[in-house]
T-cell receptor
Framework: IAGITQAPTSQILAAGRRMTLRCTQD?????MYWYRQDLGLGLRLIHY???????GKGEVPDGYSVSRANTDDFPLTLASAVPSQTSVYFC?????????????FGEGSRLTVL | GQNIDQPTEMTATEGAIVQINCTYQ??????LFWYQQHAGEAPTFLSY??LDGLEEKGRFSSFLSRSKGYSYLLLKELQMKDSASYLC??????????WGAGTKLIIKP
């Protein structure tokens, strides 16, 4: 059982380039989330989706977009990367839209924007 | 506004007990969560408190006081593998998690 898979695990990217971080889960969870984690700060929610076909903005959505065409996939796109988007990105899922609070995380994608 | 605070770093001895505190301020509350995160890995769920009191789960216990906006995670019989960051998070009125910056726990032999 894979759980939740992210790709790539690590990437160095030139500023201005477009980048998509992939996230796939096989647990049939309804809700999915994208967080960024920076040293000294808590996890910050970028975008979320409570169910396939719907998305919502989190605390720090600017410069990012998401789509949720089906239950399993929740890609995060940086349209034009900037150095401040250097971070570790975690995708997560939960059975329902946050009501239990238990999130299942992917292993993270470390992104460096130069 | 919403705020959540926990110590940045703590050190404890193998075999001992350590308490990691977390305080929060929120206009709406739907539970308090603790996650464990080993260096370079993903966070994993430890506990969930929505009512006041102590929840015990093996060597780990979590306490909540809603009136004081306070929680703690208690780790007993510390093992070297408990060296990790411990993340406190509360669920707000929109059922979104608000995360603290995490407490790095260093276990010494």
């Amino acid at each position: 059982i894979a759980g939740i898979t992210q790709a790539p695990t690590s990437q160095i990217l030139a500023a201005g380039r477009r980048m998509t971080l992939r996230c796939t889960q096989d647990m049939r969870h309804n809700a999915m989330y994208w967080y960024r984690q920076d040293l000294g700060l808590g996890l910050r929610l970028i975008h979320y989706s409570n169910t396939a076909g719907t998305t919502g903005k989190g605390e720090v959505p600017d410069g990012y977009s998401v789509s949720r065409a089906n239950t399993d996939d929740f890609p995060l796109t940086l349209a034009s990367a900037v150095p401040s988007q250097t971070s570790v990105y975690f995708c997560a899922s939960s059975p329902s839209g946050g009501s239990t609070g238990e999130l299942f995380f992917g292993e993270g994608s470390r992104l460096t924007v130069l | 506004g919403q705020n959540i605070d926990q110590p940045t770093e703590m050190t404890a001895t193998e075999g001992a007990i350590v308490q990691i505190n977390c305080t929060y301020q929120t206009s709406g509350f739907n539970g308090l969560f603790w996650y464990q995160q080993h260096a370079g890995e993903a966070p994993t769920f430890l506990s969930y408190n929505v009512l006041d009191g102590l929840e015990e789960k093996g060597r780990f216990s979590s306490f909540l006081s809603r009136s004081k906006g306070y929680s703690y995670l208690l780790l007993k019989e510390l093992q070297m593998k408990d060296s990790a960051s411990y993340l406190c998070a509360h669920m707000d009125s929109n059922y979104q998690l608000i995360w603290g910056a995490g407490t790095k726990l260093i276990i010494k032999p």
